[in-house]
């Protein structure tokens, strides 16, 4: 009869080569599941810049997404990025001074805003001619506002050029597009950070860029009086109103509208993740500070990504 026990003391000890295919620690290790995200890219004009650090930092990082949805500059940049057209954006938001803003703002008389944007139209022109948004290797939408009726409208197909412009159309200051018996402008008016958006494509990861969070705070209601008091008065901040001038003071008001949408739409819809970066201090209408702009998206995105990469495994389960 065979003798199917072992004796320990005449056990054997294998040792395994580490040159042996069967080596575990020369397996690498099978990569986790991860769900892409969709990203809601918010409208800020100037502060919009950060969106191109956050998307920089998303590839390093190899985080895939999905489809973007945008309003405002958030529409412009995530474009440009469904475009291939990142670096051109970036290098053009990096070369802009004072003086080359004016150089591409055409001043009009009469028309709905006091900018044409043919000049900017014509910089587009020069890398995103003839793309329309079917041409995107990835679902887009860019959010507009219907001025005739305040519908909140949704730019899925056609022009790419055609629907960035209709959603960065700043009332007051740059002319409305007409599209297709529509009269179009900055979709911020209606949806700032375009969550319910994603949402409505059924993705299940939302990651949300909100460039105004730390502009303002929580809403909150001042009793004031209107009676003229006798005392000291502080001396004037550089926001005070004599200050701003004309466009300053619409930029500003728009800027309230904007937090206080943003806030209110959040509430009711918020994404998976929010990325919030410091931008307070960059005006809405300081382009040429884009660098710092840009710098500060990165920093906020590559801030969240342990975060981002376990909500994206969990999803995934």
């Known amino acids: 009869m065979l003798n199917w026990s072992l004796n320990r003391s005449n056990a054997s000890t294998v040792t395994l080569d580490p040159a042996d295919p069967i080596n575990p620690a020369l397996q690498p290790e099978p990569k986790k599941p991860r769900t892409r995200i969709a990203l809601a890219l918010g409208g800020g004009a100037a502060r919009g810049w950060a969106h191109i650090g956050v998307l920089r930092a998303l590839d390093e990082a190899g985080i895939e997404v999905s489809m973007i949805a945008g309003t405002s500059i958030g529409a412009l940049v995530g474009g440009c990025y469904l475009a291939g057209k990142l670096d051109e954006l970036e290098n053009f938001a990096r070369s802009l001074t004072m003086r080359r803003i004016a150089g591409l703002l055409d001043f009009t008389i009469g028309g709905g805003g006091l900018f044409g944007g043919m000049r900017l139209t014509k910089r587009m022109q020069e890398h995103l001619q003839g793309l329309s948004i079917e041409d995107l290797d990835r679902p887009f939408v860019a959010v507009a506002s219907e001025v005739n009726t305040g519908h909140e409208v949704w730019i899925t197909s056609g022009s790419l050029i055609t629907a960035l412009r209709a959603s960065y159309a700043l009332p007051g200051i740059f002319e409305p597009i007409r599209c297709n018996n529509r009269v179009l402008i900055d979709g911020a008016l209606v949806n700032p950070v375009p969550v319910s958006v994603c949402r409505s494509h059924e993705e299940p990861l939302v990651v949300a860029v909100n460039l105004h969070y730390d502009l303002y705070g929580r809403s909150a ?80 995105a590559r801030a969240k990504l342990t975060e981002l990469k376990r909500l994206q495994e969990t999803f995934a389960r």
């Open 221 to 300: 209601v001042v009793k004031h009086s209107a009676s003229v008091q006798a005392q000291e008065e502080a001396p004037p901040k550089k926001s005070d109103d004599h200050h701003l001038g004309l466009t300053g003071v619409m930029v500003q008001a728009f800027n309230i509208i904007q937090d206080r949408i943003s806030r209110a739409r959040l509430a009711g819809d918020p994404p998976d993740l929010a990325l919030q970066p410091r931008l307070n201090d960059i005006g809405l209408s300081e382009f040429h500070r884009a660098g710092e702009a840009i710098e500060r998206g990165y920093e906020e």
